[in-house]
């Protein structure tokens, strides 16, 4: 769900806000088809780099105790 979850959200969501804040252009609909352009265009390195660092941290995530999870979830999210 994790890896779903940045993959179909987190990574269209932030290449469309870096294309707004990156281009010269004030024209929305630019942002949004220049933004998942280079989503689209770099899916498979991100996709592969999002496995690599997120599936080991999920499966230390959820091996540590409880009260351990949200620190060891911080750091990894610091490390990204």
């Known amino acids: 769900v994790d890896l ?3 993959t ?3 990574l269209p969501t932030f290449y469309v806000f870096k294309a ?3 281009s010269s252009r004030t024209d929305p609909s630019a942002w949004l088809s220049s933004g998942l352009d280079n989503y689209s265009t770099n899916f498979a390195k ?3 780099d ?3 660092v997120w599936a080991p941290a999920d499966l230390v ?3 540590v105790p409880l009260y351990l ?3 060891v979830r911080h750091v990894v999210s610091f490390v990204w």
């Open 61 to 63: 995530c959820f091996s």
């Open 46 to 48: 991100d996709e592969f």
């Open 50 to 52: 999002l496995i690599r």
């Open 4 to 6: 779903a979850v940045l």
């Open 20 to 22: 707004g804040v990156f």
């Open 8 to 10: 179909f959200i987190y």
């Open 69 to 71: 999870r949200l620190p």
